[in-house]
């Protein structure tokens, strides 16, 4: 009778290739020095039994250690707490891989201040994982560190003509669109007008969202009007105050879509307005704040990204680059989800 798959080791694989352990092994890693058929006995026994290595472990026992830092914004953004929450739990989960993490928070609106502190890391980590800012300065700086032999991956914002390793994140195009949509569909058919409020659209995550809205809006709602983008930086009074501007300025007012953070001042100048019944507001991200607004009627649906497998992905590509490995690429997509107030986990 066949041991279960989850016991076999490669003692059993060189005893059933009838060779030594340490000629198992370098069969399975590749190295020189083994004749053709008795590489094709232990290729034949690993078929047989169907052997998978214990990657984690074979690093474990030749005591390799990686240290990575994942570069996050400072300031108030919910998502981004939510997001630093994660990776202090997958900082526990990679310490059991040899792999350790460090976090370090800084303002990503501002780029010169981004690139200084990629720069800084230089020789320090394996890899380091950025909510990147698309800006030539950022970018030369992945680049110096990608040259320098670090690996480099973008997290939740991209850099794409940069030189980094992998985008772990959402396809911000499809969830613009995925808002426009939404808002096309909730105003039922009404004429008038759109709200757009951005954080910055130096953020790539940011400026594809309202990419793939404006699409969806111009092409198939055309008695929508969407407004002029306003900059809320991410900022909830900042937000605030933009929206009330709206609700007053703005008599045909139909909806609102917040392509960044900043949900909680939008919500709190709606419900002011006493315009939670009429009027249509999509956002993105569960939050504390989005849940309440989705369950009290002030927000109709929230685009959302999982912060928590978004750190792990980071941490696997990582991880996986650095020590060689395998990466199930499958497992790395990253979805968008939309949570209406039926269906909140």
């Not at 969407?226 to 139909?254: H, W």
């Not at 989705?294 to 927000?299: A, E």
Request: charged share 20%; net charge neutral; proline share 3%.
């Amino acid at each position: 009778m066949s041991r279960p798959l989850s016991r076999i080791t490669l003692q059993d694989v060189a005893r059933e290739a009838g060779v030594s352990l340490a000629t198992a092994d370098r069969v399975l890693n590749g190295r020189a020095g083994v004749r053709n058929a008795t590489a094709g006995r232990v290729k034949d026994a690993v078929a047989r039994l169907g052997y998978r290595p214990n990657l984690a472990a074979a690093r474990l026992a030749r005591g390799e250690t990686y240290r990575f830092c994942f570069v996050l914004p400072a300031g108030s953004n919910v998502f981004m707490r939510m997001l630093a929450e994660q990776v202090a739990n997958t900082a526990n989960w990679l310490a059991t891989h040899n792999g350790y993490i460090d976090t370090v928070r800084v303002d990503v609106f501002a780029p010169e201040t981004l690139a200084s502190t990629l720069e800084g890391l230089m020789g320090r980590y394996d890899g380091v994982a950025v909510v990147a800012l698309d800006h030539p300065r950022v970018r030369a700086a992945i680049d110096d560190l990608t040259s320098s032999g670090m690996a480099v991956v973008t997290l939740v914002s991209d850099v794409p003509s940069s030189h980094r390793l992998h985008y772990v994140g959402i396809d911000n195009i499809a969830a613009g669109r995925t808002a426009g949509t939404l808002i096309g569909r909730f105003t039922g058919g009404r004429s008038g007008s759109v709200g757009l409020i951005v954080g910055t659209p130096a953020l790539r995550d940011h400026a594809e969202r309202h990419f793939g809205f404006m699409q969806v809006l111009g092409g198939e709602y055309p008695g929508l009007k969407v407004l002029p983008a306003q900059e809320s930086l991410d900022d909830e009074e900042r937000a605030e105050a933009i929206t009330a501007r709206m609700l007053r300025e703005v008599p045909d007012l139909l909806g609102v879509y917040n392509v960044g953070a900043g949900n909680r001042g939008i919500g709190t100048a709606i419900v002011a307005a006493e315009r939670t019944e009429n009027l249509v507001f999509i956002g993105h991200d569960l939050t504390d704040d989005t849940r309440r607004f989705l369950l009290r009627g002030v927000m109709d649906a929230v685009i959302n990204q999982d912060a928590g497998h978004q750190s792990r992905s980071a941490a696997r590509v990582l991880l996986a680059h650095c020590a060689g490995e395998p990466l199930l690429n499958e497992q790395e997509r990253i979805r968008i989800d939309i949570f209406v107030r039926d269906n909140l986990p």
